[in-house]
């Protein structure tokens, strides 16, 4: 079993497929999940890595590409090579906006990059699996991309001219977002992930 990331709703499972599978995940995966003292043992990665690897199996090769610090420090993405299916884990969720999570080594600036790695190394027929909602295509990366890019932009200028996070807020984003903000993350939250980490730098 291969875990993308660390979040529960991508590790819950563990604790009940680890008595019969072996869990592969990276490294940053087992040592976050190792120093919760609620993780029972068997929830526990017995397999980790830090770049890559290539797991053989059901006749075709899953290669696993660890990414750097983006929506955590510890995400993958999975590979189905033969069967042309991609899982991207959190790395790109279908259109809501992201959880970037500070506090587990996310970063803002590396999880856009990340989504541009993605798109270099995706083939453009593949079928991509994200980390939350709709099956998705090439395409819904590119657009992911573009929100991605344009609201950082927005955020940075603000921040450049020396305004609070209360202002960013009040001031909002331009009404073509208003529908990324209809999930998990609204868009008061996501202008504060991006202010809370880009703010630092
Ligand atoms: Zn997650």
Known sequence: MLNTHVHG?????????????DIIA??????????????????????????????HFNGEEIRVLHLPPGHTDGDSVIHFTKSGVVHTGDQFVNAPFPFIDLGSGGDVAGYIKNVE??????????????????????????????????????????ITEGKTLEQVQAAGLPADYKDWGAGFINV??????????????
């Open 117 to 158: 790695t993605m798109l270099e190394k995706i083939p453009s027929d593949a079928k991509i699996i994200p980390g939350h909602g709709a099956l998705a295509t090439r395409e819904d990366p590119k657009k992911f991309h573009r929100m991605l890019t344009e609201t950082v932009s927005i955020v940075r200028k603000a």
């Open 188 to 201: 008061n939250r996501w202008l504060q992930i991006m202010y809370n980490n880009l703010n630092k730098k």
């Open 26 to 55: 990276h490294t940053n995966v087992r040592k976050r999940l190792s120093g919760n003292p609620a993780t029972p043992k068997e929830a526990l990665p017995v397999l980790t890595f830090d770049d890559s690897l290539s797991v």
């Open 9 to 21: 709703d991508h590790t819950g499972g563990n604790a009940h497929f680890g008595r019969k599978a």
